[in-house]
């Protein structure tokens, strides 16, 4: 009896949970709020194309080599912000300079 009530309990508590919500970071990234939001912008938006330890797959790895690529950040914003002809699309209709700027961090501070 007391293993169907846990189980029962197990199960209300799975389907309260929210759907689509990028889970809390736990690394380096943890107590930034920029940071964490820049996480979660990168699970909801770029994981998709650049997995979520950005080791690529539709769209090419970044992981270590973001600050490389782009030496300065407003490089990599002017990107994710208007695009790239190779398939990034834009993301200025979509999300504010601030959120840009979030994502940014995340890619250079975290990946």
Do not use: Q
Request: hydrophobic share 50%; aromatic share 6%.
């Amino acid at each position: 009896m007391l293993v169907a009530a846990f189980f029962v309990a197990l199960c209300v508590a799975a389907a309260c949970a929210r759907a689509g919500e990028a889970p809390m970071p736990v690394g380096a990234d943890a107590n930034d709020p920029v940071l964490m939001s820049g996480r979660a912008i990168w699970i909801n938006r770029c994981a998709r194309c650049h997995a979520p330890n950005g080791s690529g797959g539709a769209g090419p790895r970044l992981a270590g080599k973001v600050t490389n690529a782009y030496p300065d950040a407003s490089a990599e914003i002017a990107v994710v912000r208007n695009g790239k002809g190779s398939g990034m699309p834009a993301w200025k209709s979509v999300l504010s300079e601030a959120d840009i700027a979030a994502v940014v961090d995340y890619t250079r501070r975290v990946l």
